[in-house]
């Protein structure tokens, strides 16, 4: 089953803008749109954003999400030391009948 | 408070059987579609099964696809995972998580099993 494409890592500054890039195709991310998780080493995932560009409460408003066609975006401003995690995407895909998830993007701060 | 908690995770030779169950509380399991993800050491998250809220669908990814069973008790609060024929590459912490708005909201700690002879 094919995933979702992200870049394995992503390099910024303090105090910098990321953003991070999750592609599929017309049955999951251009269809469904995507969610965003992030996962601190050692811990569970937890979710940033759904339906695109919607946050959980508690979520910080430095980050927001978007989609262009197939891809789906995550920007976060005003980079901390805790943004340093990784990043996935997810999103069910109507043509097989599966969640697919990119392989994670590492950021770095 | 709103919580997931697994458990049956351990080490268990090629071929064998495990059995994973998820307690879940703080929320109406009932109403929720409930999922089970896994991690292999080092790696990034594969999703492994769904159950719907009312047990009548259910979707497996094609490497766990004739093995694996997932299942969910609503009268307990708790989803299980019968793991049959496994392998050495199920070796993974698994978590059990909740589907909710289109996006796997909460999460578990995870339990960790491991494949090997």
């Known amino acids: 089953q094919a995933g979702l494409t992200q870049p394995p890592s992503v390099s910024k500054g303090l105090r910098q803008t990321a953003t991070l890039t999750c592609t599929g195709n017309s049955n999951n991310v251009g269809n469904q749109g995507a969610a965003w998780l992030q996962q601190h080493q050692g811990h569970p995932p937890k979710l940033l954003s759904y339906?695109?560009?919607n946050r959980p409460s508690g979520i910080s408003e430095r980050l927001s999400a978007s989609r262009s066609g197939n891809t789906a975006s995550l920007t976060i401003t005003g980079l901390q030391p805790e943004d340093e995690a990784d990043y996935y995407c997810s999103a069910w895909d109507s043509a097989l009948s599966v969640w697919v998830f990119g392989g994670g993007t590492k950021l770095t701060v | 408070q709103v919580q997931l908690v697994e458990s049956g995770g351990g080490v268990v030779q090629p071929g064998r059987s495990l059995r994973l169950s998820c307690a879940a509380s703080g929320f109406t399991f009932s109403n929720f579609a409930m999922h089970w993800v896994r991690q292999a050491p080092g790696k990034g998250l594969e999703w492994v099964a769904h159950?719907?809220?009312?047990?009548?669908?259910?979707h497996y990814a094609d490497s766990v696809k004739g093995r694996f069973t997932i299942s969910r008790d609503n009268s307990k609060n708790t989803l299980f995972l019968q793991m049959d024929s496994l392998r050495p590459e199920d070796t993974a912490v698994y978590y059990c998580?909740?589907?909710?708005?289109?996006?796997?909201?909460?999460w578990g700690q995870g339990t960790m099993v491991t494949v090997s002879s």
């Open positions: 339906r695109n560009n």
């Open positions: 159950i719907s809220y009312h047990e009548i669908n259910e």
């Open positions: 998580t909740c589907e909710s708005l289109d996006a796997f909201d909460i």
